[in-house]
């Protein structure tokens, strides 16, 4: 099976048919141009050949927005690949240095530092008053078959399993940031976006940082920091 880890992959994804902003397609080129690693580009025409005959997709993938598809398709590929990962946006540093610094350590993964505890999705006080300590989901590189990435990916499910009935209902395809409510809002309003249909029950972090901020704040020390973030830039 490929090992992404060894071969230095970075994978992305692209989990519609909607185009591509002109600022999105231009900080792919621009990670392309710098990373000297292998980047592939996950899209509905090459998803199906990642997807193993023993570990098949949870059932409620296909109901989720296509935001919540990338989140969920991030435990996938990094438990069974390894490799890296990076949300498609400009970054301007070469990734093998990192590859290297992870092959020769003891660790899991490594990525790049949170900068601030808003930043972390939780609601659990000492989570995010360990901001510093925990890794963005932005940036990331993995081991393949590491013990965190299988609870990653495990913890990801039992909240697909959770949500599945109600996914059912009302699927979050009327739009790619589709977003369930947040403690104290309206359901189905999320930003700029305005009002949406009511009961999509998967809010914006539920598949991504409410697991993955949990779950490196409960083995601090399995990974290392230290990758840049990418430059700062509106990808809407």
Same mark, same amino acid.
């Given at each position: 099976?490929?090992?992404?880890? =060894? *071969?230095?992959?970075?994978?992305? +994804?692209?989990?519609? #048919?909607?185009?591509?902003? #002109? $600022?999105?397609?231009?900080?792919?080129?621009?990670?392309?141009?710098?990373?000297?690693? %292998?980047?592939?580009? $996950?899209?509905? %025409?090459?998803?199906? *050949?990642? $997807?193993?005959? *023993? %570990?098949?997709?949870h059932e409620g993938y296909q109901y989720l927005s296509l935001t919540h598809k990338s989140d969920y398709l991030r435990s996938y590929f990094l438990y069974h690949y390894g490799g890296g990962y990076a949300d498609i946006k400009a970054y301007d540093f070469d990734w093998v240095p990192y590859f290297e610094e992870l092959e020769v350590s003891d660790k899991d993964f490594i990525g790049s530092a949170e900068v601030h505890p808003e930043h972390i999705a939780s609601d659990? +006080?000492?989570?995010?008053?360990?901001? =510093?300590?925990?890794?963005?989901?932005?940036?990331? $590189? +993995?081991?393949p078959k590491t013990e965190f990435a299988k609870e990653w990916k495990k913890r990801t499910n039992e909240k697909m399993d959770e949500v599945l009935d109600q996914l059912k209902v009302q699927d979050g395809l009327y739009h790619p940031r589709a977003t369930g409510a947040e403690p104290g809002l309206e359901a189905g309003v999320f930003g700029e976006y305005g009002d949406w249909p009511t009961g999509y029950p998967v809010v914006w972090n539920a598949l991504l940082g409410k697991i993955i901020h949990q779950l490196q704040y409960e083995n601090l020390g399995s990974f290392l920091l230290g990758m840049p973030n990418q430059l700062r830039i509106n990808y809407r």
């Open positions: 099976m490929l090992n992404a880890f =060894e *071969d230095r992959i970075i994978w992305s +994804f692209w989990t519609g #048919d909607n185009e591509m902003s #002109d $600022i999105r397609a231009g900080a792919l080129e621009y990670l392309e141009e710098h990373c000297e690693a %292998d980047h592939r580009l $996950i899209t509905l %025409d090459t998803l199906e *050949d990642y $997807i193993l005959e *023993d %570990d098949p997709f659990n +006080f000492l989570v995010c008053n360990h901001f =510093e300590k925990l890794a963005t989901v932005r940036t990331l $590189i +993995f081991k």
